[in-house]
């Protein structure tokens, strides 16, 4: 379950609440503009004009705040002298914005608070393995390892080749530590697929054959005007084929919160209504509209 509250109705009550569509305390101070009914006064200009340079300028940061002031009252005067058989409505609507608000403030503080979100691999592994027919490529992917560097980076690669080829738990700390000292970028893991526009954001995709590498799991170097790349294919998925656990360990873990999100939120939910329903919080009338004849 994701929350897109929209932003800007949080911005859109908070300014309501300050303007005149709600009750406003009195203030005991001389107003500087008045509009119909309405008035501005000296503390509703807080930090007005404080970041001028000069104190003209400060002065005229006020006269321009005060006019716009007045020329957006009497608009708004003016739209609501000529929508009031509209008023009940936009007042319905700010209802609605106010208690959906309210609603999603508390249950974001809840989850933020008492959702679990700690997903374990063994959590991933088996709702892959219960889902696998839900799942299906919609694009080819790759699964290879690279290794960027500049051309002019002074260092022996007979033996990086030699572990990129052939990789085993002794020589993978070696390659890690060589691809720290002077790649400008790798990815060395078994585990990570790419999509071909992935792919092309990384490496020159017009220097080598991807679909030959993919199918034999060559090793190529290839280079362009600054950088040297060493690849190495580890195998690949066509489209329409079932995605590897790995390629979906993200989209699985935000499905498996998303789910978590909505139980937790069920029974918060019910919770309420059978604690209110216990201390006879509520009561419902329908029946006895029926009988008189409602």
Partial sequence: MKFLFPWFIVVFITFLNSCN???????HEKPLARVYDRLLYQSDLAGVGNGAARPEDSIQA??????????HNL????????????????NDQLRDYKESLLIFLYEKELLNDKLDT?????????????????????QAITQLKYII????????LDSVRQ????????NYPKLRGFCNEYAVNSAISDSIWYNREQLAALLPLD?????????NGSYVEVADSIY??????????????????????NEIYDIIINKRKLEFLGSIHKNIYDEALQKNQFKIFLDNQKNTGM
């Fill in 62 to 71: 006020v006269r321009n705040y005060v006019d716009s002031w007045i020329r």
């Fill in 118 to 138: 700690v997903v374990s691999n063994w959590d991933i592994a088996q709702y892959y393995q219960e889902h696998k027919e839900t799942f299906e490529l919609k």
């Fill in 75 to 90: 608009l708004l005067k003016y739209a609501e002298d000529n929508l009031s058989e509209r008023q009940q409505t936009i």
């Fill in 207 to 215: 220097k080598f054959n991807l679909e030959e590498i993919q199918l």
């Fill in 21 to 27: 569509y709600f009750k406003k305390s009195e203030k």
């Fill in 149 to 156: 560097l500049r051309l002019d980076t002074k260092v022996q």
């Fill in 163 to 170: 572990w990129m080829r052939k990789p085993t738990a002794d």
């Fill in 228 to 249: 040297g790349y060493l690849i190495k294919s580890q195998g690949y998925r066509n489209k329409g084929m079932e995605p590897p656990l790995e390629f979906l360990r």
